[in-house]
């Protein structure tokens, strides 16, 4: 076969493969915002949670329980995720022993996390609460992903974790710090105040590993598992375990009768509940752990936004501190990654294009040796 029949055989396959690479070849600003996607959807899952908690909170005020909204919220996320794995034929029980061991694993720790929260904001005031869980859970996450996952964690992310966190401290304004202020324990007749506090500490430290453990386990698993295979597993041992615990809890019988107003406010709840786990899965696909778990501190910001807004309280100067701090950390990860990507994306374009010089080379060469033996 001479080399003008080799080239023959060779281009057109090789041109057909270059021009789809080329029609599907995305721009060079999408590439950088798919670079920092896991980003943006690490910032949205915070103030969806944050939206979905005021939610929860108002319902409660009508007397609602806790996990019987969490009941009603985990079984729309079965629905739904059971729906969206059959539109896109997936199949979840070949998927092995071991991940089907994670995928529950990480969906239990979830639920253990939400309800070391629950009962941590019945001992605690609710700064206090939130300032142990979203300052110890960057930290420990981060720390977990290096050993775990092999994740690096520079300077500069320490750095603005630190900054991130201290801006949670000043929204949150925990007791512990600032001092107590009256009636900012649920509780004023508790003999012991030492032990109530040490209970909801503890609670609180529970809640921030569990948390923990559910990222580091969300991002272990490998990319091919869809988003709709993990919200199964999580959504399924959330239905149940907050089933029973709502029976176990309840004193006197559980109604579910309630006022159409409620049910909307119950349906909006479970939406935004469901599309922030599809984001919070997802963010988890796209980005190291340590960064998700840092930039859902966004959801302290926007539960104090939703704080001075919707429950007409006045915020302090300190909040306002605290909360400017979170935005410009998250801001600025949001410039390093984008910038780390731009330069990833800048190297891999690069060296396609290396190649196709390679390929053009190499053809060119082809037409030479062809035409001499000619």
Known sequence: MSAN?????ELPLFQKEETKDEENSPSPCCLKFKAVSGIVLALGTGVLFATATTLVTTAEVHGIPAFQILFIAYISLLLFSLFMCLLKRENIFTIGGKNIAILFSMGFFRWLAITFQYYAFKFLPVGDATAVLRGIAPVLTALAALVFLNEPWSWAEIFITVVNIGGVVLVAGPVFIFGEEEGSYLLEDVDDIVIYEGIGFALSVGCAISFSCSYILARSLQDNFSVSCRLIYDSTIGTILSFVLLYVSQKGDVTWSMTSEMAISLVAYSLIENIALYAFYKSFKLEAAATVSMLLNIEVFTSYIYQASV????????????????????????????????????????????????????????????????
């Open 311 to 374: 429950f007409d309280m006045e915020p302090t100067p300190l909040e306002i501190t605290g909360a400017v701090i979170i935005v410009f950390s998250s801001a600025v990860v949001f410039a390093i990654k984008w910038k780390r990507h731009s330069e990833e994306n800048e190297k891999e374009t690069l060296l396609r294009q290396f190649k196709q010089n390679h390929n053009d080379t190499r053809f060119g060469s082809l037409d030479t040796t062809g035409e001499t033996e000619n």
């Open 5 to 9: 029949e080799v080239k023959n055989a």
